[in-house]
């Protein structure tokens, strides 16, 4: 393995003026994403005394009714009424969650269209009030609400979701906010219930559901979700892993710093303008709300955001935010996974096409140089017709047309296996911080920021590819690979996959040297291809 240059470049910045992800502003490290002056009181009360301490108590006493108690109460914004936000910014809790694998950055072969949009299944925007429960309407009336009317066909204001039964179940103390992966985890394990179930308030955050309501609420599951960074980083969001999941119906719930302009000056605007004043961030606090689309042409390129203050802000409570400005000024980004009409996924055979890309390294980044033409060899195995060289780069690319769980383990020199995606944990193997889940569809290049190169010992490399329509223990199957390491690495593994392994799946080659496979549509069905690489000693 070698590591692949990193691009400083993030992908279509298209900043408009409002500047790129470098720097991140203020509002670092603290629990509600705050920041400013507010933060440094308790330094700036140690380092003065008499007169200058009168001073400094009269600045923060003005700063607390300014910006907000809590972090979440921001005030009196304009001609709209008292806005409050509640999105706790923590880079421990967006760690939580699963990282999303994203597509290959190949405009080719995974073209994104120049816009896409979701406002069509969203419900009339809401106002949250003075409660900080901006999670929930974001992610239960806004996101949720958007997967069901998607789904079925509804109209979403008769399908929309109650944001009270979800923010009352997870809030933090005082209903001045919580974190968004809270909303996330609690949708995907226990639901939600339509709005008028239980109707919203934000008066009191106090009130349980009844057991019948619980009940209700399973039949709502979501499906799942996954965070939307680069890699394994917490402080850097990916704009294309956003695009792609909303270009394929899957609404992004964010958690963003916001504060003046964004609060103030919004009535009736199509669009956020940042003041320079701003990019300071001091006194903005974190707010979750639902991106619901994109468009390259619109400002220059701009995310259109979904809010909870009612429709007074913003377009009916819409506003675009430009690349630029929303890369810098966003901290955290959750996909859901889209939620096909009944049966779309269970009778949807499992098909797709795999193969071995060379890669080249120019310095600046890895560019493909071709594929590694592959031969069908016995049952599930395939080979390459010629031997690599030594210093040959290349990667494995996997291009699933429908949703499935994408795993891939490779033969060590000793015979064992390793799991080479989900990436593994590098303090404990049997773990992970990525999805596998791959609902959004494309090809993929495996691994993503290293590439592979034929080591010297031996004739002979060993990949496997395993698709699923349900997760796999990947540990527990890497295992059983790893096991007499001394007998065939392809019998093992399908030894190891069992009796969910397809036997009667269909498998062939491309004109282009890939292999195609296709399978039937029984819901708990497995394939696997098993690579055989040919090298020069």
């Known amino acids: ?33 705050g920041g400013g002056l507010i933060g440094l009181l308790p330094l700036l009360l140690s380092l003065f005394r008499g007169k200058g301490l009168l001073v400094i108590l009269v600045i923060g006493g003005l700063l607390y009714f300014v910006m907000g108690r809590g972090g979440c109460n921001m005030g009196s914004v304009g ?28 405009n080719s072969k995974n073209p994104l269209p120049e816009a896409a949009n979701l406002q069509r299944f969203a419900p009339a925007v809401g106002d949250q009030g003075a409660q900080g429960s901006c999670v929930a309407w974001s992610s239960a009336y806004g996101a949720r609400t958007i997967l069901e009317a998607s789904k079925s066909g509804q109209d979403p204001n008769s399908v929309r979701f109650s944001p009270a039964f979800l923010y009352n179940q997870i809030g933090l103390d005082g209903c001045q906010g919580s974190y968004i992966v809270r909303a996330m985890e609690f949708m995907t394990k226990q639901g939600a219930v339509p709005y008028e179930q239980f109707p919203y308030t934000d008066q009191d955050c106090s009130r349980t559901p009844s057991q019948e309501q619980v009940r209700e609420a399973g039949q709502f599951r979501m499906r799942g979700f996954n965070r939307l960074s680069q890699g394994d980083c917490t402080d850097a969001i990916d704009l294309r892993a956003i695009k792609e999941n909303l270009a394929q119906g899957a ?105 071995l890309m060379e890669v080249v390294n120019t310095g600046k980044k890895v560019e493909p140089k071709g594929y590694i033409t592959l031969k069908q060899g016995t049952g599930n195995q395939f080979v ?137 549509s029984d819901p708990d069905q497995i394939m696997a291809c098993v690579v055989e690489i040919t090298k020069n000693r």
Not at 80 to 101: H, K, N, S
Not at 254 to 280: A, C, L, N, T, Y
């Open 79 to 106: 001609n709209l009424a008292q806005l409050a936000t509640g999105g706790f910014l923590d880079p421990r809790q967006f760690e939580r969650a699963a990282i999303y694998e994203p597509l290959a950055e190949d």
């Open 384 to 520: 390459t017709t010629s031997s690599l060289r030594a210093g040959s780069l290349f990667k494995m690319e996997v291009k699933n047309s429908s949703e499935c769980y994408v795993y891939v383990f490779g033969k060590e020199t000793d015979g064992t296996s390793y799991t080479l995606f989900p990436y593994p944990n590098k303090d404990d193997q049997s773990k992970t911080k990525y999805s596998p889940f791959c609902g959004i569809t494309g090809y993929r290049l495996f691994p993503k920021d290293k590439s592979m190169t034929p080591d010297s010992i031996g004739t002979r490399d060993m990949i496997t590819v395993v698709l699923s329509k349900q997760p796999l223990d990947w540990y527990a199957i890497n295992t059983a690979i790893s096991k007499n390491p001394g007998t065939d690495y392809s019998t093992r593994v399908n030894n190891a996959l069992g009796s969910k392994l397809l036997k009667s799946a269909g498998y062939s080659t491309t004109a282009r040297g890939t292999m195609q496979f296709s399978g039937n």
């Open 1 to 33: 393995m070698t590591d692949d240059p990193q691009d400083p470049e993030q992908y279509n910045d298209n900043s408009g003026g409002g500047g790129g992800f470098p720097g991140r502003g203020g509002g670092g490290g603290f629990p509600g994403g």
């Open 251 to 355: 609404p992004v719930v964010i958690g963003m710093m916001v504060g003046q302009s964004f609060m103030k000056d919004m009535m009736g605007k199509d669009v956020w303008i940042p003041s320079e004043s701003d990019r300071s961030m001091m006194g903005f606090g974190g707010h979750a709300m639902c991106v619901v689309g994109y468009d390259d042409r619109k400002y220059g390129g701009s995310f259109l955001i979904m809010n909870s203050w009612g429709k007074e802000w913003g377009v009916n409570g819409f506003a675009w935010v430009r690349y630029g400005d929303f890369n810098y000024y966003v901290r955290e980004a959750y996909g859901v996974e889209p939620m096909h009409q009944m049966g779309v996924m269970a009778n949807t055979p499992l098909t797709g096409e795999i193969g």
